[in-house]
């Protein structure tokens, strides 16, 4: 069975395009992790066989994004002993408050740590910060990340200092 770093769990297929943040973050860094869809409501068989999985694999983290009711963070978090981070979904509705809402209120005892809505990218950077404390591969990684955004935000205020924001609005 191969070792991974992390799980990726969403609860339909349309959450997929947010939840590819992390997923492609990971591949950046060379983090080893899953990906998979596995409703907490419509196939908790499913979902408990990926969780066995994923433990057996010696996974360390687990992201899980839901919209709408959101337990599926919750359910996992009372599944496993690591950490799982919850990314609530924008939902058309009430525009991912409810899935929010869903994922911070956890009872005493089963905490979920949460991300912004749509905050897929976050989590994965959170994941990757918790790996770090016992991986220093992970932690440079990490480092030359945020460093590298750091620079993005400097080159940016140069070229807004040079040209002008009118010129910079419209290059």
Same mark, same amino acid.
């Given at each position: 069975?191969?070792?991974?770093?992390?799980?990726?769990?969403m609860?339909?297929?349309?959450?997929l395009?947010?939840?590819?943040a992390?997923?492609?973050?990971?591949?950046?860094?060379?983090?080893?992790?899953?990906?998979?869809?596995?409703?907490?409501?419509?196939?908790p068989?499913?979902?408990?066989?990926?969780?066995?999985?994923?433990?057996?694999?010696?996974?360390? #983290?687990? +992201?899980? *994004? &839901?919209g709408? %009711?959101?337990? !599926?963070?919750?359910? @996992?978090? /009372?599944?496993v002993?690591?950490?799982?981070?919850?990314?609530?979904?924008?939902?058309s509705?009430?525009?991912?408050l409810?899935s929010?809402?869903?994922?911070?209120?956890?009872?005493?005892?089963?905490?979920?740590?949460? #991300?912004? +809505?749509? *905050? &897929?990218?976050? %989590?994965?950077? !959170?994941a990757?910060? @918790?790996? /770090?404390?016992?991986?220093?591969?992970?932690?440079?990684?990490?480092?030359?990340?945020?460093?590298?955004m750091?620079?993005?935000?400097?080159?940016?205020?140069?070229?807004?200092?040079?040209?002008?924001?009118?010129?910079?609005?419209?290059?």
């Amino acid at each position: 069975m191969k070792k991974i770093d992390v799980a990726i769990v969403m609860g339909s297929d349309s959450d997929l395009n947010i939840m590819s943040a992390a997923a492609n973050f990971f591949e950046k860094l060379g983090i080893a992790y899953e990906i998979t869809i596995a409703s907490a409501h419509r196939t908790p068989e499913l979902l408990r066989e990926f969780i066995k999985t994923a433990i057996a694999c010696e996974v360390k #983290v687990i +992201i899980a *994004g &839901a919209g709408g %009711a959101a337990h !599926l963070p919750g359910v @996992i978090a /009372s599944m496993v002993d690591v950490p799982v981070i919850g990314v609530p979904i924008k939902t058309s509705a009430l525009s991912g408050l409810d899935s929010l809402y869903s994922i911070v209120q956890m009872p005493s005892g089963v905490p979920v740590a949460t #991300v912004s +809505i749509n *905050g &897929a990218l976050n %989590a994965g950077i !959170l994941a990757a910060q @918790i790996l /770090s404390l016992s991986n220093s591969e992970f932690s440079v990684k990490l480092k030359l990340y945020k460093d590298n955004m750091k620079n993005e935000v400097i080159q940016k205020a140069d070229k807004l200092r040079e040209t002008g924001f009118a010129n910079y609005i419209f290059s």
